[in-house]
């Protein structure tokens, strides 16, 4: 497995969407090295046979009525949104104007 | 009974108190509440409570006291009063999970434990502090700073639930909530010398409880007795149908087990892997005394094996990042929680969305997300989130072979006791060692309970007994942890909390 570098941690900040400055990047690209590296044994733990488990306690197939059940008042779902307008979220542009 | 003497007693007496009419609901939360106000606040304080709430508290406790004088049938622990560990949300009192991303937030709805709670009519007297989003062993990663141990406040009461077992330990509440990821009930119950369990996995509904990783996370009961745990799981636990890993069990039976005072015949399985090389010295004769113990008491003491129990934390430490990452992709600044704006530049959403998570989340949350975001990345997935899947069936193998040969399973609950505040702050590997014993379970979906052991010979601090059982056996916890239980009492002349340092008053301190 390989080893997880600066360039590494600055892209997945970005997939991520957390904003990081350099120091950040440099202190989390160390700590992170040490961390992955003392996980990469799981990788040889299991041989291909092994079946993967998701979930502890498997359920299949939980389903309820098609009915309208509990749902949240248009006022409740935006009380705790940093913006609204008109029974909407407002957010800023989606597109950066080019 | 003094108000000091009161709040000492267990749930399970203080519900026997409030049915007989010795004392009022309203009295006994107003106890609590001084308790909170004694010991709670100011710098030296225990800070286990982020919010406090008197004024909802002390009219359930009125309308108890109410429906109790007119001859209405309550519920047992009706009046009793309950901790709620900040990373469950309620109607009518901020949550915040330990972020600052959360400050201040109100959820527009109950947790489905709080509906129960509330429809048993206990008291809330607040919510309790933890480590951000339950991510941590020591309570140090909150937003809103540090609980501290009530054994010795410069130290850490464990986490991440370590607001609701100091809270506990410290007679602030005779019980709280908590949630348990990979040991965040259980390792505080260790360090601070209370009790805590959690539950078989669906045997009590997440539903409410603000998702770390949905495939291990659990809620669970904190509290000062076995019998008191068995109570409090009774009430929160049963079929939800919104939340669809819930199973149908009835949660009955757990006190009734707690209360069946034999073990006679158990077969209890010592994990030859969690004990030993590691293990504090304290922590290792604690628990080789409650070994003999129970082998006195009748148990057939046998050893087992659990070899692929030493890949349990890096697996955990792979599969719980990448559910954490996808669960946390939620705070985005739009729909709850704070938005802060980049300082320069075009204003997207994309850009504010980055500068709200840099500014919301604290340094240990943003290294499980880029952690977790890694794991789950085009070419890496197999090596990392796929083999750590692997592991859980061989860790739900070596559970299946234990259970064969054991009616539950015994190991220390923490290697080693409360370490100092900032001792391994800047260590996340040191940090993460500390639920060694305690992630196998949330693995496997097992339940897990913690008790007092005793206190560690070099550094008079508690040490926690851990009992593993099948999944849907829980009652088995119960009844063997309170076996146990009364037998280290007997032999101490007491519960070890009466060991526990006095706590000085900080309210009268911020006076002087």
């Keep these: 497995m390989a080893a997880i570098n600066r360039d590494d941690v600055a892209h997945l900040a970005q997939l991520a969407h957390i904003e990081m400055n350099d120091e950040e990047l440099d202190r989390m690209a160390t700590e992170l090295a040490v961390i992955v590296d003392s996980v990469k044994s799981v990788s040889e733990a299991a041989g291909a046979d092994v079946p993967a488990t998701s979930h502890p306690i498997p359920l299949t197939n939980v389903m309820r009525e098609d009915v309208v059940g509990h749902v949240l008042t248009v006022e409740e779902a935006l009380s705790g949104a940093p913006d609204a307008a008109d029974g909407r979220f407002k957010v800023p542009a989606i597109l950066e104007e080019s | ?512």
Aim: glycine share 12%; hydrophobic share 40%.
């Design chain 2, 1 to 512: 009974m003094s108000a000091s003497e009161l709040i000492r007693s267990s749930a399970a007496s203080m519900a026997a108190k409030l049915a007989a009419g010795e004392v009022t609901s309203v009295e006994l939360v107003q106890a609590h509440l001084d308790r909170i106000a004694e010991v709670d606040g100011g710098e030296r304080g225990v800070h286990a409570f982020l919010h406090v709430n008197a004024e909802e508290a002390l009219a359930v406790a009125a309308d108890v006291d109410a429906r109790r004088a007119a001859g209405e049938e309550l519920h047992e622990l009706a009046g009793v009063p309950i901790a709620i560990k900040d990373l469950i949300v309620t109607k009518g009192q901020p949550t915040t999970a330990g972020s600052k991303i959360l400050e201040g937030w109100m959820s527009p709805y109950d947790a489905t434990v709080i509906k129960k709670i509330r429809a048993a009519r206990m008291p809330m007297l607040g919510k309790t502090n933890l480590d951000e989003f339950a991510m941590g062993s020591s309570t140090e990663h909150s937003a809103y700073g540090p609980t501290r141990n009530p054994w010795d406040l410069d130290r850490i009461p464990g986490g991440s639930g370590g607001g609701s077992a100091a809270a506990v330990a410290a007679f602030e509440a005779p019980l709280a909530l908590g949630t348990d990821t990979g040991g965040s009930i259980r390792q505080p119950g260790a360090v601070t010398g209370t009790v805590g369990v959690k539950p078989t996995y669906g045997a009590v509904s997440r539903y409410g409880a603000i998702a770390m990783a949905s495939s291990l996370d659990q809620i669970g009961p904190v509290s000062r007795t076995v019998l008191d745990s068995a109570l409090l799981q009774e009430v929160i636990g049963g079929h939800d149908p919104f939340d669809s890993t819930s199973l149908t069990d009835p949660s009955t039976g757990l006190a009734d087990a707690a209360r069946i005072g034999n073990v006679k015949g158990m077969k209890i399985g010592v994990i030859k892997e969690l004990h030993g090389e590691g293990f504090q010295p304290g922590v290792e004769n604690r628990f080789n005394e409650s070994l003999e113990l129970l082998r006195n008491a009748g148990a057939e003491i046998v050893e087992v094996s659990c070899p692929n129990f030493g890949y349990a934390l890096g697996a955990y430490y792979l599969i719980m990042p990448s559910e954490a990452s996808s669960n946390l992709a939620k705070f985005d600044g739009v729909r709850f929680g704070s938005r802060t704006l980049p300082a320069e530049g075009p204003l997207t959403i994309e850009r504010v969305m980055g500068a709200t998570r840099a500014a919301g989340f604290g340094d240990e949350v943003k290294r499980r997300i880029i952690l977790g975001t890694y794991a789950l990345s085009a070419g890496y997935y197999d090596a990392y989130y796929g083999s750590a899947q692997k592991v859980r069936t061989l860790i739900q193998r070596d559970f299946d072979a234990a259970f064969a040969q054991a009616d539950v399973l015994i190991s220390p609950t923490s290697p080693v006791t409360a370490f100092k505040l900032g001792e391994k702050l800047d260590d996340p590997l040191a940090m993460y060692l500390n639920d060694i014993a305690t992630i196998p379970a949330n693995m496997a979906g097992v339940p897990g309970l913690t008790l007092p052991g005793g206190l560690a010979d070099e550094d008079g601090l508690p040490v926690g007994i851990q009992f593993l059982a099948p999944a849907r056996e829980d009652a088995r916890l119960y009844r063997v942890g309170a076996v146990l239980e009364s037998l280290l009492e007997e032999q101490w002349g007491g519960p070890v909390l009466d060991k526990a340092p006095a706590l000085a008053s900080t309210a009268a301190k911020e006076a002087n």
